[in-house]
């Protein structure tokens, strides 16, 4: 079989299959260099393991990576001659429209659609996660309405740029001769899923966050940089752009993540919905705050309090939970408070810095019913002897816990 090794548009190109389907016709590209393997390569393989079979064989392939189509930025619905504020309301306005089209603020979006890895047209975009054995992919005409239209509205401190357009800018491989992927995720995409809007985008990218820093500077975009926390424009208001490298937990094991529910991605290009491990979905689905599915102890171990406390911050959002996790997570909270309660109560406040800014008495009182929640399945544990019981009167009663603990954490009163 005669293979072709495009050197332009950043394909490996085998004539007749080019990722094992033998019903997809060769894409046409322009060719470098043609070649006789001097053996026959299985029927399902995929392209980059064409490719590092093709230079086991000594043969120099300058490109074989997928190739990022600029075009898939394309910003929609907006306006000349409007504020950036003005542009902003009015795009989230359409995402919302295109949202509650077919379904009330909250509900599970109804068109979300699971895609076979061999249908897409461009797998290797997504390849960064070939190595999670649970990965799915999906696509959502509602998602990518609202997500295009959000996107497309001006990122505050920039000089009218889009989020498109920086997401355009900084994955050209014009400044590198790198390929560069951007995915957003958390969320920004777990929200639109189930017909809500979020505030900050997060992304996650490819390339050194130091090339992109030059970038952001060539194009006189105020940016920072700080281990690999890459901030794009002003981080005052509640809607910036932030991203981190693909390496800090994203194509990384289950005991990394927060919640299950936040391990899902965004991919412009492909235009698929990508969930990391398979379980970000169905948690969404049921509107569930869950430990991912990892050995517990590695998860905290990894994360730290601060990940406990964070639990609580989409409790009183209205997520449901599982009690034999809840137990678990109050348990584990009891257990560091004991041990140095003041790094646990500046963790606390951290993680749940928005009720810390902005106290609100319904708020507070849904944190409050849900601590105490979690006390009773905290002391049942202790009758029944799986934990050991903390000692002190600080913990005598849910009640003094959350007066002489929690409240003080927060420095506020109900």
Same mark, same amino acid.
């Given at each position: 079989?005669?293979?072709? +090794?495009? =050197? ?11 990722? =094992?389907?033998d ?5 046409k590209c ?5 070649f ?7 029927e399902?393989?995929c392209a980059?393991e ?9 043969i120099v392939?300058y490109r074989s ?20 504020e003005?542009s ?5 306005e ?15 979006i109804?068109?979300?659609e699971?895609?076979?890895f061999?249908k897409?047209?461009d ?9 999670m054995?649970g990965?799915r992919?999906?696509?959502?005409r509602?998602v990518?309405a609202a ?7 001006p990122?505050p ?7 498109l357009?920086?997401?355009?800018t900084?994955?050209d491989s014009?400044h590198?001769g790198?390929?560069?992927?951007m995915?957003?995720?958390? =969320? ?9 809007? =979020?505030?900050?985008?997060?992304f996650?990218y490819?390339?050194?966050?130091k090339?992109?820093?030059v970038?952001?500077?060539?194009n006189?975009?105020m940016?920072?940089?700080s ?9 005052k208001?509640? +809607?910036f ?5 693909i390496?800090y937990?994203t194509i990384t094991d ?19 919905? +990508?969930?990391?491990?398979g379980?970000a979905i169905p948690?969404?689905?049921?509107n569930?705050?869950e430990?991912?599915?990892c ?5 905290v171990? +990894?994360n730290g309090v ?14 449901t ?6 137990t678990?997570?109050?348990n ?19 993680a ?10 319904e ?5 409050k019913?849900?601590v ?7 002391e ?17 009663s ?9 409240e003080v954490?927060l420095?506020?009163k109900?």
């Open positions: 079989m005669e293979y072709l +090794i495009d =050197g332009v548009i950043s394909k490996l190109l085998a004539v007749g299959t080019i990722i =094992g389907r019903s997809t016709p060769p894409i322009e060719v470098q260099q043609s006789t393997l001097p053996f026959t390569l299985p399902k393989i980059v064409c490719v590092m079979a093709v230079l086991f064989c000594g392939v990576w997928s190739s990022r189509k600029l075009s898939c930025f394309q910003n929609v619905g907006v306006e000349k001659n409007v504020s950036p003005e902003t309301r009015k795009l989230r359409r995402a919302c429209q295109e949202m509650l089209k077919t379904g009330r603020e909250g509900e599970m109804d068109d979300l699971e895609v076979p061999w897409i047209d797998v290797l975009s997504i390849y960064f996660w070939r190595v054995p990965v992919c999906y696509r959502s509602t990518t997500l295009r239209a959000i996107c497309s509205a990122v401190g920039l000089s009218g740029e889009t989020y357009d920086v997401f355009r900084l994955t014009k590198s790198w390929p560069s992927h995915y957003v995720w958390g =969320g920004t995409v777990r929200d639109i899923l189930r017909r809500k809007i =979020g505030n900050d985008i997060d996650v490819t390339a050194p966050g090339e992109l820093e970038i952001c500077q060539k006189n975009w940016s920072s940089l281990n690999g926390w890459l901030v794009i424009g002003q981080t208001p509640d +809607i752009l932030e991203g981190m490298p390496t937990n289950e005991s990394h993540g927060d919640f299950s529910m936040n391990w899902v991605f965004y991919d412009f290009c492909t235009d698929l919905i +990508i969930d990391g491990h379980s948690a969404i689905l049921q569930k705050v430990i991912p599915p050995k517990w102890d590695d998860w171990n +990894i601060y990940v406990l406390f964070r639990y609580y911050k989409f409790l009183i959002r209205g997520h939970h599982d009690p034999n996790q809840m678990y997570i109050i584990r909270i009891i257990k560091f408070w004991c041990a140095d309660e003041q790094e646990t109560k500046k963790q606390g406040r951290a749940l810095n928005n009720v810390v800014k902005n106290p609100n008495k708020v507070l009182e849904e944190l019913k849900k105490f929640e979690s006390w009773e399945l905290a049942r544990s202790w009758t029944e002897g799986l934990w050991e019981r903390p000692k002190g009167g600080l913990f005598a849910a009640l003094s816990w959350w007066e002489n603990g929690w954490m420095t506020i109900i």
